[in-house]
């Protein structure tokens, strides 16, 4: 079982550079979301997808955009990448509301 | 507004010993839930235990409990019986309501427990 899988791991970014980090799951879940995670503090949500169609701001929308492919694949791009974007970044899905979120291992991004 | 607190940033405990991390959160929402996850050095996140706000019973899962109290607003994660390899940063993370009726996990901002031999 594959689960959440992210890609890249790793990537280091020049401030001003476009990238796109890359999720897929394959447990059939409806809702996937994106979290970035910054030394000292808990996961922040970013966008996330209650269903294939759908996405919607969560706490930290600015300066990403998201895209909700399919029902396996929910994308998270950078348009201009600045150094506070600097972070570990998550993906996750869920199934129903008391399931937990199942998260990949993670991007880490750096921003120079 | 809702949120999920919690206030110890580093905790150690010896190996064998109990230890409770504390969490607390606030809510208008009847219909919440709970979750504790731990994160190693290594990066994953792994979900340890589950609490609805309906739920009569404290949750527990092996070595792991939830000590549940709704009228004080916490949900405090008791690990029994340390083992070194649960040194880890443990995060308590809030179910909250969209308007879409989808959630999304609020999280706490964590706390770092070094298990000591």
């Known amino acids: 079982n594959a689960g959440v899988t992210q890609t890249p791991k790793f990537q280091v970014l020049k401030t001003g550079q476009s990238m796109t980090l890359q999720c897929a799951q394959d447990m059939n879940h409806n809702s996937m979301y994106w979290y970035r995670q910054d030394p000292g503090m808990g996961l922040r949500l970013i966008y996330y997808s209650a269903s294939e169609g759908t996405t919607d701001k969560g706490e930290v929308p600015n300066g990403y955009n998201v895209s909700r492919l399919n029902k396996r694949e929910f994308s998270l791009r950078l348009e201009s990448a600045a150094p506070s974007q600097t972070s570990v970044y998550f993906c996750?899905?869920?199934?129903?509301?008391?399931?937990?979120?199942?998260f990949g291992n993670g991007t880490r991004l750096t921003v120079t | 507004a809702q949120k999920i607190t919690q206030t110890q940033p580093g905790m150690f405990v010896q190996e064998k010993e109990a230890v409770t991390l504390d969490c607390t959160y606030d809510t208008s929402d009847p219909s919440y839930g709970l979750f504790w996850y731990k994160q190693p050095s290594s990066g994953e996140m792994i979900f340890l235990i589950y609490?609805?706000?309906?739920?009569?019973q404290n949750a527990t899962e092996g070595r792991y409990s939830l000590n549940f109290q709704k009228a004080r607003k916490s949900a405090n994660l008791v690990i029994s019986a340390s083992q070194l390899g649960d040194s880890a940063m443990y995060f308590c993370?809030?179910?909250?309501?969209?308007?879409?009726?989808?959630?999304?996990?609020?999280f706490g901002s964590g706390t770092r427990l070094l298990v000591r031999p």
């Open positions: 993370a809030m179910r909250e309501r969209t308007m879409d009726s989808s959630y999304k996990l609020i």
């Open positions: 609490q609805g706000s309906y739920d009569q």
């Open positions: 996750a899905s869920r199934d129903q509301d008391s399931s937990p979120l199942h």
